[in-house]
């Protein structure tokens, strides 16, 4: 079944001119939500969706009463300083919504007169949590990342034996997601070398990012009522770039036998935009699992799942360091891979979360753990890129880094091409390394 519909119809073009440029992140075929209001203003937060270099004002449309009555709800809700009461909408309300914006921005549209004033140049706003995050859940389904970590611990067994069965994952904190933009101080913690006999507190030594695509739940289910693989679409409200920072000393030291947890928690960036499911329907592919390694089970496995359970997110990650910076040198890019890479889906994900009755809730943040394809260049952290510290890599303007350094920036972009369909984009994601508080 094609989930394609009129608003992905790559002949659209909008009359605003800025969302037709070839390359721009926010074609009217995209059409992503946020939470915005105007840079340094006392105006209330409010949902907005970007249309080419502006951001429509959700809140002052829903004021102008333009639309079908049956979407003033949806429009109201997303006037709201978070989307939550939007995104616990049901999937057919979302995409109401975005059948009426792409109509209303497209060339021709006789709303274009009244919708102008409404836009705001994206230069000129800042931007909040797109929504409450009730809880997050960090998953770990890049096998290639799994492989290389596993390597370090485990040379003749880099897997663990439940890799290739379920969907690994733990529960994270949401109090410490923010908003790309937010910067924060290096973590302090206890860690213990090798050769030492006790452990001491002090600044995280081996300080990385993680290069994860997050996923925003917005229906939820009842408690005790599963999510079925084959409807998990109805649940998936859509996707940003997310930096989930990880103190890798602090991790090795604290994390048996309970996993990961300060090592984890001090800081995670989320991209402003969420690129909803249905813009993502043009490059969703087939997911396929090797003969050779085990099927899943009937829970994990369905139709939909292996026709189109695979996102095709091209995933990018610039290294900006202070030298950089006072240069105005943007940053240079170090990794590149694609979500398509993952062993499991965004649908086995959900179905694996729920199958024990666990209750999903509107704004609840999945991370999909850090995506690493194949190859050297294409790995998701610098853990995996200095070999767990061992080496270290060399920047062109002949700095070199093992693990991130004070004034370090990281900044992830991402976006998704596909024969036949326009190039949509997910901004970026950035966030700055301030020296640890001691
Ligand atoms: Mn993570």
Redesign the pocket.
Known sequence: MSLLNQTHNPDLTSWVASANVAECDFPIQNLPFAIFRRAGSAEAFRGGVAIGDKVLDLAALAALNLFAENLQPALRACSQSQLNDFMAMPQATWSALRLALSQALATGSALQSSIEATLIAQADIEFDLPCKIGDYT?F?TSIHHATTIGSFFRPDNPLLPNYKWLPIGYH?RSSSITISGTDFHRPVGQTKAATADEPTLGPCKRLDY?M?VGIYIGAGNEMGSPINIEQTDQYVFGMCLFN?W?ARDIQGWEYQPLGPFLA?NFA?TVSPWIITNEALAPFRQAWQRQKSDPQPLAYLSGQQNSTLGSYDIQLEVSLQTANMRSAQIEGQKITRTSFKHSYWSVAQMVAHHTVNGCNLQAGDFF?S??QSGPSLDQVGSMMELTSAGKTSFTLENGESRTFLEDGDAIIMSGFCVAEGATRIGFGSVKATILPAKT
């Open positions: 960090d770990y994270g993680e994860e989930d990880s984890k995670s991370g753990g850090t």
